[in-house]
């Protein structure tokens, strides 16, 4: 069974810095493009980042762009999201999800993605 896990979260002041982990059982993450999403308390789910199989290229959603950066260590079969100059506005539960030999298009479509982890719960707080 495909197990998607998520770690990394926890509170953080503004400003601060948070690495979450994506790791994966029974599939191999080199194989699949990985989104990262977020869904703030009230707000719908929305993407942040993806990095598309074969060529790693990367996407970023408009207000991370230049603070977090994704990447994929496929010796250790997982996915990173370094998140930087965290806001307060970055508070949220954040999900990574795999969608099979994909491409990041820089659209977020969550049809599209096959497995979904449980969520790290990220909050930036003073």
């Known amino acids: 069974q495909v197990q998607l896990v998520e770690s990394g979260g926890g509170l953080v002041q503004p400003g601060g810095s948070l690495r979450l982990s994506c790791t994966a059982s029974e599939i191999t993450l080199e194989y699949y493009g990985i989104g990262w999403f977020r869904q703030a308390p009230g707000k719908e789910r929305e993407g942040v980042s993806c990095i598309s199989a074969n060529d790693g290229s990367t996407t970023y959603t408009n207000s991370v762009k230049g603070r977090f950066t994704i990447s994929r260590d496929n010796a250790k079969n997982t996915v990173y999201l370094q998140m930087n100059s965290l806001e307060p506005e970055d508070t949220a539960v954040y999900y990574c999800?795999?969608?099979?030999?994909?491409?990041?298009?820089?659209?977020?479509?969550?049809?599209?993605?096959?497995?979904w982890g449980q969520g790290t719960q990220v909050t930036v707080s003073s």
């Open positions: 999800a795999t969608a099979y030999h994909y491409y990041c298009s820089g659209n977020y479509y969550e049809s599209r993605y096959d497995y």
